[in-house]
């Protein structure tokens, strides 16, 4: 989230440099976040390594605080985007390159702070895909109540005015901050990623959604990268075949891995290894691509570059 609080994310960043012994940022808008060594993602579904970022294009005007990035379910190429707090509530459909092929105005509710998309199953057990778009930033963890927001993913690739259905839930341990969106495409179960100073976030599914309802989100466990050298998760992508989550943080790119999984909560005794990022100014968007054989980051700013991560 950039606003309202700003300084609170860049205080954050701060605090993240000075926990961890990261490697001097890459120079150069396009540089990659790479030159390091690899873990390989031995039996698992995807890239077993990834290469070094590409850049793809660049963020358009029309999402100057592009804060979530998930790839179409019906149309391939086509990645959904939204901005952060304080701009129309709209949704755009990007290609790689940034440019805007569709936009989509959404009614039916007034967003406070979007920061994450996801799409998958409408509910589980149904084939049908939906957009969820999560209004969960919380940066003084005050809100009593945060929402999602659900609509079913177009047909077309086109301009279009669309309602959305409300989904209250509320945490059972209190109020937290949460700008990462998780949802399984095997079972339709969805996730939030919590953004917390204390390890790189904390793992609550939520349950019971349903409009004029409120549903309750439980912690499953906390995720945790090697000797706690980063936190403040900022975006969050779980891979088709639900045994790799890419958590992505200001400074790095995380990748949990558990062979096998078939629960999110298998992912809370998953490997943690970093995988390439990108230079980006406020980095925040990530999503696998459609077939799961890499991802694309994307950043807040104008200009700044998007990034694909293909396999090696």
Not at 15 to 42: K, M
Not at 116 to 133: I, S
Request: proline share 6%; charged share 25%.
């Amino acid at each position: 989230m950039r606003t309202p609080s700003r300084l609170l994310a860049v205080a954050g960043l701060l605090l993240s440099a000075a926990c961890s012994s990261s490697r001097p940022a890459p120079t150069g808008a396009n540089a990659p976040d790479a030159g390091f060594h690899q873990v390989p993602a031995t039996g698992l579904e995807g890239c077993l390594l990834y290469t070094d970022g590409k850049k793809t294009g660049a963020v358009p005007k029309q999402v100057p605080e592009l804060s979530g990035l998930a790839a179409s379910q019906r149309h391939p190429g086509i990645f959904w985007g939204h901005n952060d707090s304080n701009n129309a509530f709209e949704l755009f459909a990007l290609d790689e390159t940034g440019a805007v092929k569709a936009t989509l105005t959404l009614t039916g509710a007034d967003p406070r702070d979007i920061e994450d998309v996801a799409v998958g199953p409408c509910a589980p057990g149904e084939k049908a895909t939906c957009v969820f778009l999560a209004d969960t930033g919380d940066n003084f963890e005050r809100r009593k109540e945060v929402r999602l927001f659900r609509f079913a993913e177009p047909a077309t690739v086109a301009n279009a005015t669309l309602p959305v259905e409300a989904l209250p839930f509320t945490y059972v341990d209190g109020p937290h901050d949460a700008e990462s969106l998780i949802l399984d495409a095997r079972s339709g179960r969805i996730a939030v990623l919590t953004k917390t100073r204390a390890s790189l976030g904390d793992l609550y599914e939520v349950e019971g959604l349903k409009p004029g309802g409120t549903g309750k989100a439980t912690k499953l466990g906390t995720l945790r990268v090697p000797e706690d050298v980063d936190r403040l998760s900022t975006g969050a992508a779980l891979h088709p075949s639900g045994e790799r989550l890419l958590v992505r943080t200001y400074t790095r790119v995380w990748e949990v891995r558990r062979k096998d999984a078939k629960r999110l909560e298998d992912l809370i005794q998953g490997q943690v290894v970093e995988v390439p990022g990108a230079s980006q100014a406020q980095a925040e968007a990530i999503t696998f691509l459609q077939d799961g054989r890499g991802y694309l980051l994307g950043s807040e700013f104008t200009g700044e570059p998007l990034v694909r991560v293909d396999c090696r």
